[in-house]
T-cell receptor, first 113, second 115 residues
Framework: QQQVKQSPQSLIVQKGGISIINCAYENTAFDYFPWYQQFPGKGPALLIAIRPDVSEKKEGRFTISFNKSAKQFSLHIMDSQPGDSATYFCAANSKQGAQKLVFGQGTRLTINP | EAQVTQNPRYLITVTGKKLTVTCSQNMNHEYMSWYRQDPGLGLRQIYYSMNVEVTDKGDVPEGYKVSRKEKRNFPLILESPSPNQTSLYFC??????????????FGDGTRLSIL
């Protein structure tokens, strides 16, 4: 049972376009929603994270939109660049669950020049 | 440099031959975890440790053991590896929560092939 469902599995975007990756969760106890970026041969690295008390968080070209009632959150990459080509994972956990971080299935993003 | 170090990075072995993947962090983090990454499934937690001598099962613990005798080290042990444990493994660490959840720092992974 996948507690965090991520889509699409793969995504191709032209340089300068907007990349959008969506995630949905089931556990209402989740209170921390990070996004990780992974390059080939490397481990995931934290990109941006949000807590459910806000509906949006922006850091540079990266924005998380959060819809608590729908139990959905998404990552938007504005002005996508070839260097953004990587695999992206959404994740979630709760303070009650300590470090039981639950990941989505991952999205392989390719930015064409 | 703050880092999580895993060894080996690559290993091909045979069914039933015990192996250990080491993980060490130099950030004095209390929490450490092991994940396996499989295509289409994302990362799934195998075991985690909240501090020395404190470990607990994650979502897919079957066939694995861990120990946490020192704060910096968290080895993953496969007593009798099987082909379904062929995967990419990641170790991660993070500081204790305090008021808020803390991000996890990942190693660069260990690719295991069990023949």
């Amino acid at each position: 049972q996948q507690q965090v469902k991520q889509s699409p599995q793969s995504l191709i975007v032209q340089k300068g376009g907007i990349s959008i990756i969506n995630c949905a969760y089931e556990n209402t106890a989740f209170d921390y929603f990070p996004w990780y970026q992974q390059f080939p041969g490397k481990g995931p690295a934290l990109l941006i994270a949000i807590r459910p008390d806000v509906s949006e968080k922006k850091e540079g070209r990266f924005t998380i939109s959060f819809n608590k009632s729908a139990k959905q959150f998404s990552l938007h990459i504005m002005d996508s660049q070839p260097g953004d080509s990587a695999t992206y994972f959404c994740a979630a956990n709760s303070k009650q669950g300590a470090q039981k971080l639950v990941f989505g299935q991952g999205t392989r993003l390719t930015i064409n020049p | 440099e703050a880092q999580v170090t895993q060894n080996p990075r690559y290993l091909i072995t045979v069914t039933g031959k015990k192996l250990t993947v080491t993980c060490s962090q130099n950030m004095n983090h209390e929490y450490m975890s092991w994940y396996r990454q499989d295509p289409g499934l994302g990362l799934r937690q195998i075991y985690y440790s909240m501090n020395v001598e404190v470990t607990d099962k994650g979502d897919v613990p079957e066939g694995y053991k861990v120990s946490r005798k020192e704060k910096r080290n968290f080895p993953l042990i496969l007593e009798s590896p099987s082909p379904n444990q062929t995967s990419l493994y990641f170790c991660a660490s993070s500081p204790s929560e305090g008021e808020l959840n803390q991000p996890q720092h990942f190693g660069d992974g260990t690719r295991l092939s069990i023949l």
